[in-house]
């Protein structure tokens, strides 16, 4: 199995891929950092302790990483959307064991150096933690077998902004400096996860299960799918943030995912916060553009939910 750092914002739908790679064989998680985004960092933080003592994994250790964007302050979150405490409302009353004594850029830093070449990196909410260790150990994309981040727009709408989307939108300016870093990359965006639906009777499989971890999630769905509600017409939800999760862990394939150019703006007018891909290739199916290195996922090979569903449940199974 490969050794994974995450990085979040937790979240309801960062609860979601923390579970999912809880629940995956083949990962192995060494760290998770938190960063300001759906909450504060701290209280991402928290959330996340609180998450795997319930699924029996408080061994695994939790940084705090940055309150603040590089430009500005946090802007407190997106409580209509997970939340005030970030995960639907929900309460998980456990005991939680104590954040690490490290920052969480310095716990990818410590983790790329023990797992020389084979750490994955999983990027789930804004880039300030991983921009941070950039500059902490400017090798790091050289250390790390490769990041996946959720996030941005490529020919789909923002949803922050026309153009932007919440994750690089917090802090355009982290993102344009992992953007920059000469690594492996694959951007998971909008298209994707927009594209692929939690219904109703997903949860409702979830809340079945027996077990304390789909039974939390299907309880924080239901707080994101009335926000999900108001755009798609129906109680479900996107799936940002598993959906990448199953990407770097190879539990789900892209279907089509170019390898092509990505560049933040960071302008101050009304394209802040775009990922602008070049996807002129689209006509002769992407042909080769040299220099990129962002694999940008447009479609899946297959439908996600299902296999998320089954992947949470075998939580249960396994106890
Ligand atoms: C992304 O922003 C956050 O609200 C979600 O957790 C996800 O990572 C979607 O735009
Ligand atoms: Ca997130």
Redesign the pocket.
Known sequence: SHPFYLD??T????ALALAYLLASPQADVRGIGAVS??VSAAVGARNTLDLLQLAGHAHIPVAVGAHDPQAGAFRGG?PH??GANGIGEVSLSTPAADLAPETAAEMLVRLAHEHPGTLRVLA??PLTNIAEALLLEPELPRLVEGITI??GAALAPG??TAVA???IANDPEAAADVFAADWNITLVP?DA?MANVLEESHRQELLAAGHPVPQALGEMLGYYFRFYEGLFGRACS?M??PLAAALAVGGIKAAVAPMVHVAVDTTDGPGRGQTVCDLRGLYLDYPEQPGARCRVVLALDGDFAPHLVEVLLSLAEST
Do not use: K, S
């Open positions: 979040c914002d979240g309801i739908d960062d985004g759906n997106a959307v997970h789930i909410g959720m996030g949803n922050i989307e919440a994750n909008l996860t996107a940002h943030d």
